[in-house]
């Protein structure tokens, strides 16, 4: 193995390790909420704590990134992420859980912009898209931790021990790859500095292509489940296969994209991935039953699936920004859509239907297709720079 595919490796366990912590959390939130006697609007309060951290970790992130380099920002970062889980167990009341979640929130984002920084530099040296395969990682990663979560329920570990184990596999996880973590400080007088400021038109399109679908990823996430349970009206088995197919999609779709990336091109991935969004959700509210709701759902994923790492590839590649800004300045747009996505959701359910809601979010996938196609002049002549 050369030293670039060594370094694809290393990247792409610290990727994993990433993925393993936070769905680690989430597989414990109904034991949290147990363990402080929580209602269901307290629990929400609470998980607010993490979207308003990783809100304020991104300007944070796109500074530190160009000031120190993406390899100083993930050796710090990586071990105070892996090692603030095990504080979330260990809290032990709500004045203290809530800002520990803060710093989760903070550390997970701009190890996100960091580590996404490394990728773009190697996908660089490779010469071809491979940002996409990573975040499949990252996704294989969390059922990964849901499956290790459910493991440590059964064997009634507590969130505290579950939380140090997954830990000290994370540090060995860091220790291994650190070595192949190199250093991209950027040139003096390269544009920097904290993402304060208005995006150039290049990076205006990419953030709302990418807050559509992160709009359309949050609203899966979360409602799911609902509309299978409500709408689709699955016997109780069935309910969460919408939310399967939907992450089994997703996942897979982005070991996927690399490869049509690099053999249709980016813009034309983007114009795909939209249109399954689209079709998908449409089939889902139009026939809402079983069988052709899993596949609308399975559509979606897919569509889902190359919106942030083909966007972030474009981005990657501004020609104004540093590659840490530019990223930043995409994922605070783009972050916007997965917050406000799930609450409008509810919001036009309660005035209409669900129907009406998932209709309203299929819609985002005409948006995608008809953004990317208005943009293709903007990120053919980009590409075409990057690569002269």
Known sequence: MNYLS???VALGALFFFMGICFASWAARIPDIQSKFQLSEGELGTLLLCLPIGSMLGLPIAGWSVHRYGSRSVILICSFAYAFTLPLIGLAPSL???APVLLGFGVLGN????SLNTQALGLENQFGKSILASFHGIWSMAGF????????????NF???????????LSAVLILLSQKFVINDKPAPGEEGGLVLRKPDALLLRVGLISFLGMMAEGCMFDWSGVYFKKIVEAEPQYVSLGYVCFMGAMASGRFVTDKASNRFGKVPVLQV?????FLGLLLSVVIPNLFTAAIGFLMVGAGVASIVPVSYGIAGRSKLYSPSVALALVSTISFFGFLVGPPLIGFVAELFDLKVSFALIGINGLGILLLTTSSKNIFHAQENAAGA
């Open 95 to 97: 004045w203290t859980i």
């Open 158 to 168: 507590s969130p505290a021990a579950h939380y140090v184990v997954v830990a000290l």
């Open 110 to 113: 701009i190890m996100n912009i």
């Open 273 to 277: 991935s939209g249109l399954l969004i």
């Open 144 to 155: 990964t931790g849901a499956g290790v979560g459910a493991g440590m329920i059964f064997l």
């Open 6 to 8: 060594q370094r694809r």
